[in-house]
Protein backbone atom coordinates (compact mmCIF):
# COMPACT_ATOMS: atom_id res chain seq x y z
CA UNK A 1 0.00 0.00 0.00
CA UNK A 2 2.96 2.14 0.95
CA UNK A 3 4.55 1.83 -2.13
CA UNK A 4 1.81 2.37 -4.21
CA UNK A 5 1.18 5.77 -2.49
CA UNK A 6 4.71 6.42 -3.57
CA UNK A 7 4.14 5.04 -6.83
CA UNK A 8 6.98 2.23 -6.60
CA UNK A 9 4.56 -0.44 -7.10
CA UNK A 10 1.96 -1.22 -9.86
CA UNK A 11 -1.80 -1.60 -8.64
CA UNK A 12 -4.48 -3.54 -9.99
CA UNK A 13 -7.51 -1.94 -11.42
CA UNK A 14 -10.87 -2.92 -10.79
CA UNK A 15 -13.31 -3.29 -13.87
CA UNK A 16 -15.30 -0.06 -14.92
CA UNK A 17 -18.44 -1.36 -13.98
CA UNK A 18 -17.76 -2.16 -10.40
CA UNK A 19 -15.66 1.37 -10.20
CA UNK A 20 -18.79 2.57 -11.38
CA UNK A 21 -21.20 0.72 -8.74
CA UNK A 22 -18.43 1.75 -5.73
CA UNK A 23 -19.01 5.55 -6.67
CA UNK A 24 -23.60 4.52 -6.96
CA UNK A 25 -23.19 3.12 -3.23
CA UNK A 26 -21.00 5.72 -1.71
CA UNK A 27 -23.38 8.57 -3.52
CA UNK A 28 -26.53 6.46 -2.24
CA UNK A 29 -25.03 6.53 1.52
CA UNK A 30 -23.69 10.38 1.71
CA UNK A 31 -26.79 11.44 0.10
CA UNK A 32 -29.25 9.19 2.42
CA UNK A 33 -27.42 10.26 5.18
CA UNK A 34 -27.92 14.17 4.44
CA UNK A 35 -31.53 13.44 3.65
CA UNK A 36 -32.21 11.44 6.60
CA UNK A 37 -30.80 14.09 8.88
CA UNK A 38 -32.67 17.20 7.85
CA UNK A 39 -35.84 15.18 7.81
CA UNK A 40 -35.02 14.65 11.38
CA UNK A 41 -34.70 18.31 11.53
CA UNK A 42 -38.03 18.60 9.64
CA UNK A 43 -40.13 16.85 12.07
CA UNK A 44 -38.66 17.68 15.42
CA UNK A 45 -36.60 21.27 15.18
CA UNK A 46 -35.45 21.28 18.62
CA UNK A 47 -31.91 19.77 18.55
CA UNK A 48 -31.80 18.64 22.77
CA UNK A 49 -35.36 16.87 22.05
CA UNK A 50 -33.91 14.88 19.05
CA UNK A 51 -30.26 14.05 21.17
CA UNK A 52 -32.75 12.82 23.73
CA UNK A 53 -34.67 10.47 20.96
CA UNK A 54 -31.10 9.51 20.15
CA UNK A 55 -29.91 8.64 23.68
CA UNK A 56 -33.34 6.34 24.58
CA UNK A 57 -33.22 4.60 20.98
CA UNK A 58 -29.69 3.87 21.61
CA UNK A 59 -30.72 2.63 25.04
CA UNK A 60 -33.68 0.77 23.69
CA UNK A 61 -36.06 2.50 25.97
CA UNK A 62 -39.32 4.41 24.74
CA UNK A 63 -38.64 7.93 24.89
CA UNK A 64 -41.45 9.92 27.43
CA UNK A 65 -44.05 11.79 25.83
CA UNK A 66 -43.88 15.38 26.09
CA UNK A 67 -46.09 17.88 24.88
CA UNK A 68 -45.08 19.39 21.55
CA UNK A 69 -45.38 23.76 20.65
CA UNK A 70 -48.53 23.88 18.97
CA UNK A 71 -50.04 21.81 21.93
CA UNK A 72 -48.45 23.84 24.75
CA UNK A 73 -49.52 27.30 22.21
CA UNK A 74 -52.76 26.11 22.49
CA UNK A 75 -53.25 25.05 26.21
CA UNK A 76 -51.67 28.79 26.83
CA UNK A 77 -54.87 30.21 24.35
CA UNK A 78 -57.10 27.96 26.26
CA UNK A 79 -56.00 28.97 29.67
CA UNK A 80 -55.88 32.53 28.95
CA UNK A 81 -59.12 32.85 27.25
CA UNK A 82 -60.90 31.21 30.56
CA UNK A 83 -59.40 33.46 32.48
CA UNK A 84 -60.40 36.53 29.86
CA UNK A 85 -63.55 34.72 30.34
CA UNK A 86 -65.08 32.71 27.55
CA UNK A 87 -68.10 35.08 27.27
CA UNK A 88 -66.01 37.98 25.64
CA UNK A 89 -65.42 37.93 22.38
CA UNK A 90 -61.32 37.97 22.98
CA UNK A 91 -61.85 35.13 25.82
CA UNK A 92 -64.08 32.66 23.30
CA UNK A 93 -61.63 33.56 20.04
CA UNK A 94 -58.59 32.34 21.96
CA UNK A 95 -60.52 29.07 23.79
CA UNK A 96 -61.53 28.19 20.38
CA UNK A 97 -57.76 29.13 18.69
CA UNK A 98 -56.34 26.97 21.22
CA UNK A 99 -58.48 23.77 20.56
CA UNK A 100 -57.76 24.03 17.02
CA UNK A 101 -53.69 24.32 17.83
CA UNK A 102 -53.97 21.21 19.99
CA UNK A 103 -55.91 19.74 16.75
CA UNK A 104 -53.21 20.69 14.91
CA UNK A 105 -50.35 19.18 17.76
CA UNK A 106 -52.00 16.36 17.28
CA UNK A 107 -51.88 15.82 13.79
CA UNK A 108 -48.14 16.79 14.03
CA UNK A 109 -47.64 14.05 16.38
CA UNK A 110 -48.98 11.83 13.94
CA UNK A 111 -46.70 13.00 10.65
CA UNK A 112 -43.46 12.46 12.96
CA UNK A 113 -44.64 9.19 14.08
CA UNK A 114 -45.95 7.91 10.88
CA UNK A 115 -43.00 9.69 8.75
CA UNK A 116 -40.41 7.84 11.55
CA UNK A 117 -41.80 4.33 10.55
CA UNK A 118 -42.34 4.20 6.94
CA UNK A 119 -39.23 6.56 5.82
CA UNK A 120 -36.73 7.09 8.52
CA UNK A 121 -36.41 3.94 9.48
CA UNK A 122 -35.99 2.11 6.53
CA UNK A 123 -33.07 5.01 5.55
CA UNK A 124 -31.49 4.28 8.80
CA UNK A 125 -31.74 0.52 8.19
CA UNK A 126 -30.07 0.59 5.02
CA UNK A 127 -26.48 3.21 6.87
CA UNK A 128 -26.53 0.94 9.61
CA UNK A 129 -27.09 -2.23 8.08
CA UNK A 130 -26.74 -2.68 4.21
CA UNK A 131 -24.21 -0.17 3.47
CA UNK A 132 -21.84 -1.40 6.50
CA UNK A 133 -21.83 -4.55 5.06
CA UNK A 134 -21.11 -3.09 1.73
CA UNK A 135 -18.36 -0.85 3.46
CA UNK A 136 -17.05 -4.07 4.95
CA UNK A 137 -16.77 -6.14 2.25
CA UNK A 138 -15.30 -2.69 0.20
CA UNK A 139 -12.56 -3.22 2.95
CA UNK A 140 -12.06 -6.62 2.36
CA UNK A 141 -11.64 -6.59 -1.46
CA UNK A 142 -9.21 -3.59 -1.16
CA UNK A 143 -7.34 -6.21 1.44
CA UNK A 144 -7.33 -8.97 -1.48
CA UNK A 145 -6.01 -6.31 -4.30
CA UNK A 146 -2.95 -5.38 -2.19
CA UNK A 147 -2.05 -9.22 -1.29
CA UNK A 148 -2.37 -9.91 -5.00
CA UNK A 149 -0.47 -6.99 -6.00
CA UNK A 150 2.33 -8.01 -3.33
CA UNK A 151 2.63 -11.69 -5.23
CA UNK A 152 2.50 -9.94 -8.33
CA UNK A 153 5.68 -8.03 -7.08
CA UNK A 154 7.34 -10.65 -5.61
CA UNK A 155 7.09 -12.76 -8.66
CA UNK A 156 8.75 -10.29 -10.55
CA UNK A 157 11.57 -10.35 -8.08
CA UNK A 158 11.98 -13.74 -7.95
CA UNK A 159 15.14 -14.94 -9.57
CA UNK A 160 15.90 -18.61 -8.74
CA UNK A 161 13.19 -21.23 -10.02
CA UNK A 162 12.12 -22.51 -6.69
CA UNK A 163 11.37 -18.78 -5.49
CA UNK A 164 9.93 -18.34 -8.74
CA UNK A 165 7.36 -21.33 -8.97
CA UNK A 166 6.42 -20.70 -5.08
CA UNK A 167 5.44 -16.99 -6.03
CA UNK A 168 3.37 -18.33 -8.92
CA UNK A 169 1.68 -20.64 -7.07
CA UNK A 170 0.98 -17.54 -4.45
CA UNK A 171 -0.46 -15.39 -7.34
CA UNK A 172 -2.55 -18.07 -8.41
CA UNK A 173 -4.23 -18.25 -4.87
CA UNK A 174 -4.24 -14.57 -4.30
CA UNK A 175 -5.66 -13.53 -7.87
CA UNK A 176 -8.36 -16.35 -7.36
CA UNK A 177 -9.08 -14.84 -3.68
CA UNK A 178 -9.35 -11.61 -5.10
CA UNK A 179 -11.79 -12.60 -8.42
CA UNK A 180 -14.16 -14.34 -5.56
CA UNK A 181 -14.04 -11.13 -3.29
CA UNK A 182 -14.57 -8.68 -6.26
CA UNK A 183 -17.89 -11.03 -7.48
CA UNK A 184 -19.05 -10.84 -3.35
CA UNK A 185 -18.94 -7.44 -4.08
CA UNK A 186 -20.34 -6.81 -7.03
CA UNK A 187 -23.41 -8.93 -6.29
CA UNK A 188 -23.94 -6.87 -2.88
CA UNK A 189 -23.59 -3.40 -4.92
CA UNK A 190 -25.65 -4.22 -7.68
CA UNK A 191 -28.40 -4.63 -5.11
CA UNK A 192 -28.01 -0.38 -4.25
CA UNK A 193 -30.82 -0.37 -7.34
CA UNK A 194 -33.54 -2.48 -5.18
CA UNK A 195 -32.49 0.10 -2.56
CA UNK A 196 -33.26 2.51 -4.68
CA UNK A 197 -36.61 1.30 -5.39
CA UNK A 198 -37.44 0.69 -1.24
CA UNK A 199 -36.64 4.05 -0.94
CA UNK A 200 -38.75 5.63 -3.74
CA UNK A 201 -41.86 3.74 -1.84
CA UNK A 202 -40.97 5.07 1.30
CA UNK A 203 -40.94 8.37 -0.21
CA UNK A 204 -43.92 7.95 -1.75
CA UNK A 205 -45.30 7.14 1.94
CA UNK A 206 -43.53 10.39 3.57
CA UNK A 207 -45.23 12.88 1.05
CA UNK A 208 -48.55 10.71 1.43
CA UNK A 209 -47.85 11.66 5.57
CA UNK A 210 -47.36 15.08 4.99
CA UNK A 211 -49.88 15.49 2.52
CA UNK A 212 -52.31 14.10 5.35
CA UNK A 213 -51.00 16.33 7.78
CA UNK A 214 -51.72 19.82 5.87
CA UNK A 215 -54.95 18.59 4.67
CA UNK A 216 -55.84 18.47 8.16
CA UNK A 217 -54.42 21.74 9.00
CA UNK A 218 -55.72 23.19 6.64
CA UNK A 219 -59.37 21.62 7.58
CA UNK A 220 -58.83 22.42 11.17
CA UNK A 221 -58.09 26.01 10.10
CA UNK A 222 -60.88 26.65 7.75
CA UNK A 223 -63.42 25.43 10.81
CA UNK A 224 -61.15 27.61 12.74
CA UNK A 225 -62.26 30.86 10.59
CA UNK A 226 -65.37 30.12 10.03
CA UNK A 227 -66.49 30.22 14.03
CA UNK A 228 -64.37 32.98 14.11
CA UNK A 229 -65.99 34.60 11.63
CA UNK A 230 -69.49 34.16 13.01
CA UNK A 231 -68.67 36.38 16.54
CA UNK A 232 -66.07 39.00 16.10
CA UNK A 233 -68.70 41.21 13.39
CA UNK A 234 -68.80 44.34 16.14
CA UNK A 235 -64.98 44.32 16.14
CA UNK A 236 -64.73 44.20 12.45
CA UNK A 237 -67.39 46.77 11.98
CA UNK A 238 -65.64 48.77 14.12
CA UNK A 239 -62.37 48.74 12.82
CA UNK A 240 -63.50 49.75 9.12
CA UNK A 241 -65.33 52.67 10.45
CA UNK A 242 -63.11 55.33 8.63
CA UNK A 243 -61.81 52.78 5.95
CA UNK A 244 -64.77 53.12 3.58
CA UNK A 245 -64.49 49.88 3.17
CA UNK A 246 -67.99 47.58 3.97
CA UNK A 247 -67.72 44.60 6.68
CA UNK A 248 -69.45 42.51 4.40
CA UNK A 249 -66.93 43.25 1.65
CA UNK A 250 -64.02 42.82 4.04
CA UNK A 251 -65.41 39.85 5.01
CA UNK A 252 -66.24 38.37 1.84
CA UNK A 253 -62.46 38.67 1.04
CA UNK A 254 -61.15 37.35 3.60
CA UNK A 255 -63.18 33.96 4.50
CA UNK A 256 -64.94 33.60 1.18
CA UNK A 257 -68.75 34.12 -0.13
CA UNK A 258 -70.05 30.44 1.10
CA UNK A 259 -68.90 31.71 4.81
CA UNK A 260 -70.54 35.26 4.35
CA UNK A 261 -73.49 33.65 3.75
CA UNK A 262 -74.30 31.96 7.29
CA UNK A 263 -72.26 35.74 8.81
CA UNK A 264 -73.67 38.27 6.96
CA UNK A 265 -76.93 38.65 9.30
CA UNK A 266 -74.58 38.69 12.40
CA UNK A 267 -73.33 42.09 11.57
CA UNK A 268 -74.97 44.35 14.48
CA UNK A 269 -73.26 48.09 14.12
CA UNK A 270 -73.11 49.15 10.38
CA UNK A 271 -70.00 51.63 9.25
CA UNK A 272 -72.61 54.24 9.22
CA UNK A 273 -73.60 54.65 12.76
CA UNK A 274 -70.62 56.30 13.32
CA UNK A 275 -71.15 58.22 10.36
CA UNK A 276 -74.12 59.50 11.77
CA UNK A 277 -73.04 60.09 15.00
CA UNK A 278 -70.49 62.41 13.70
CA UNK A 279 -72.89 64.23 11.54
CA UNK A 280 -74.67 65.07 14.39
CA UNK A 281 -74.71 67.31 17.56
CA UNK A 282 -75.82 64.50 20.30
CA UNK A 283 -74.36 61.55 22.26
CA UNK A 284 -74.48 57.72 22.17
CA UNK A 285 -73.65 55.25 24.45
CA UNK A 286 -70.89 53.05 23.67
CA UNK A 287 -69.44 49.54 25.31
CA UNK A 288 -65.63 49.33 25.79
CA UNK A 289 -64.53 46.10 23.72
CA UNK A 290 -61.14 46.26 25.19
CA UNK A 291 -58.76 48.08 28.13
CA UNK A 292 -57.38 51.11 26.74
CA UNK A 293 -54.53 53.46 28.67
CA UNK A 294 -54.60 56.99 27.94
CA UNK A 295 -51.46 58.13 26.17
CA UNK A 296 -51.60 61.54 27.51
CA UNK A 297 -54.30 64.19 29.29
CA UNK A 298 -56.21 64.38 26.68
CA UNK A 299 -57.12 60.71 26.62
CA UNK A 300 -59.63 58.82 28.57
CA UNK A 301 -58.22 55.32 29.94
CA UNK A 302 -61.22 52.94 28.82
CA UNK A 303 -61.98 49.20 30.88
CA UNK A 304 -63.30 46.31 29.23
CA UNK A 305 -67.23 45.68 29.01
CA UNK A 306 -67.80 49.14 30.71
CA UNK A 307 -70.82 51.57 29.36
CA UNK A 308 -69.47 55.41 28.60
CA UNK A 309 -70.68 58.13 27.15
CA UNK A 310 -69.65 59.00 23.82
CA UNK A 311 -69.87 62.34 21.07
CA UNK A 312 -68.25 64.20 18.26
CA UNK A 313 -66.47 67.28 18.58
CA UNK A 314 -66.24 69.27 15.27
CA UNK A 315 -62.59 69.03 13.82
CA UNK A 316 -61.40 66.17 15.89
CA UNK A 317 -59.24 63.26 14.33
CA UNK A 318 -61.90 60.74 12.40
CA UNK A 319 -60.65 57.72 14.34
CA UNK A 320 -61.54 59.69 17.76
CA UNK A 321 -64.58 60.56 19.84
CA UNK A 322 -64.89 62.57 22.86
CA UNK A 323 -65.46 60.11 25.98
CA UNK A 324 -67.09 61.04 28.90
CA UNK A 325 -67.57 58.63 32.57
CA UNK A 326 -69.34 60.44 35.32
CA UNK A 327 -66.91 63.76 36.03
CA UNK A 328 -64.06 62.46 33.47
CA UNK A 329 -64.12 63.42 29.85
CA UNK A 330 -61.59 62.73 26.90
CA UNK A 331 -60.55 61.21 23.48
CA UNK A 332 -61.40 58.09 23.00
CA UNK A 333 -60.54 55.57 19.87
CA UNK A 334 -63.40 54.45 18.02
CA UNK A 335 -61.81 50.75 17.31
CA UNK A 336 -62.22 50.50 21.32
CA UNK A 337 -65.97 51.15 20.64
CA UNK A 338 -69.65 49.16 20.14
CA UNK A 339 -71.81 51.88 19.81
CA UNK A 340 -75.33 50.82 21.51
CA UNK A 341 -78.94 51.39 19.78
Known amino acids: FTEEKLGQAEKTELDA ?12 KVWTEKIMKQTEVLLQPNPNA ?14 P ?17 TEFGPGTAYGNALIKC ?48 LDLDAAKTRLKKAKAAETRSSSEQELRITQSEF ?28 VEAQTTYYAQCYQYTLDLQRQLGSFPSNYL ?11 SSTLSNVIGPSVMASTSSLVVTPPSTVS ?32 ITVFSVVGMDS ?8 SQKGKVPITYLELLN
Open 276 to 307: DLKESSGSRKARVLYDYDAANSTELSLLADEV
Open 98 to 145: GETQKRIGTADRELIQTSALNFLTPLRNFIEGDYKTIAKERKLLQNKR
Open 179 to 206: DRQAEITRLLLEGISSTHAHHLRCLTDF
Open 65 to 81: SRINNPELLGQYMIDAG
Open 237 to 247: SNNNQTSGTPV
Open 17 to 28: HLENLLSKAECT
Open 50 to 63: RIEEFVYEKLDRKA
Open 319 to 326: DWLMGERG
